[in-house]
């Protein structure tokens, strides 16, 4: 199988060759030639230069052997689509200037079509698919409404975002009008990305973990639905997010292809959570990746042993690739996973 069959297949449930690999932020972070990159030109420039993105997208490609290259990019771009100026500070992250918490703010917010607002994102896209052939599957992505409305209400990141939970908690009909746009803007932005050349999707709802499972029925799940009602007929989602064992069963009946899951309970354990009608992605603790090779070595065994050659598990990390990585660690648990090593 090509990697992009590989992933493709798992990803549907369907039987593979051997298990398809790739890693979160595998595309900037830890990689010699991205810090290169990013010596000439900032974060902004790369991530809206559609030469640029896709040549970040396909540094992990060669180098590591992974199955999947997820397009460089971040979840706060679509954020142009709602004419919201924001900018990423090094070391701190995303910050928006002006926040939105009122209902005149809400109201202010524009929605122009990804075609219009990001179309580098898109052109960045059909380049990335040219180059890529059947390497690799090619992943759009974009941020899910929860954790964008938690940036965009808090206005910069936070431990806790209790700005953005009291809003929700408080004033529950503002908190629907802003998920609503969101979501509104995150099916666009998705359905752009596939007409582009998109194979799959994948939601990244990074802060889901700050909720208990009623609120996150009531105030999340509605709209992850409905993301995943326009996506499912037209390429394999994925939803992502961490610290969430108490909202699996919920989440796999978000009508998602698969669920990638953080590493707080064994794989086995979480996909008995999420029940047999949805792949898994997972789930080594990127932490493990900075220990020596025989510890890095039992925790991909592990992680393979207790999905048990069942169709539907893509290998991955619990979450993104941490910085201080070595790229050659990565490929050798690429060549371990593909049963190469
Ligand atoms: O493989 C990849 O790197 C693909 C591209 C990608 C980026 N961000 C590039 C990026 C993806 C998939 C993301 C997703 C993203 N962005 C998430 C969800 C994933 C997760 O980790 O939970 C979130 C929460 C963000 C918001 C964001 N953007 C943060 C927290 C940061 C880090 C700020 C910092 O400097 O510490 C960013 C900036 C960002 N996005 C960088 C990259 C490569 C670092 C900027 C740089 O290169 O200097």
Known sequence: ??????????????????????????????????????????????????????RATLMPIDRLGVDAAVLFADIMLPLACMGVPFEIRPGVGPVIATPIRSAADIERLSLVPAREATPYVLEALRLTKDALGERAALLGFAGAPFTLACYLIEGRPAREFPRAKALMYGQPELWHRLMERLTAVTVDYLQAQIAAGADAVQL???????????????????????????????????HFSTGTASLLGEIASSGCAAVSVDWRLPLDRAWERLGPDVAIQGNLDPALVLAP??????????????????????????????????????ARIVRLVHGEA
């Open 293 to 330: 090779w025989l510890a890095v070595e039992a925790g991909v065994g592990d992680v393979l042993e207790r999905a048990g050659g069942r169709a539907g598990h893509i290998f991955n990390l619990g979450h993104g690739v941490l910085p201080q990585s070595d790229p050659d660690t990565l």
């Open 204 to 238: 990244f709802d990074s802060w889901l973990g700050l909720l208990d499972p009623v609120s996150h029925a009531a105030m999340v799940l509605p709209y992850t639905r409905r993301i995943f009602a326009e996506i499912a007929p037209l390429v394999p989602a994925i």
């Open 1 to 54: 199988m090509t990697g992009r069959q590989r992933f493709l297949a798992a990803a549907q449930m369907k039987p593979v060759d051997t298990t398809p690999v790739w890693f979160m932020r595998q595309a900037g972070r830890s990689l010699p030639e991205y810090r290169a990159l990013r010596e000439r030109h900032d974060f902004m420039t790369v991530a809206t230069t559609p030469e640029l993105a896709a």
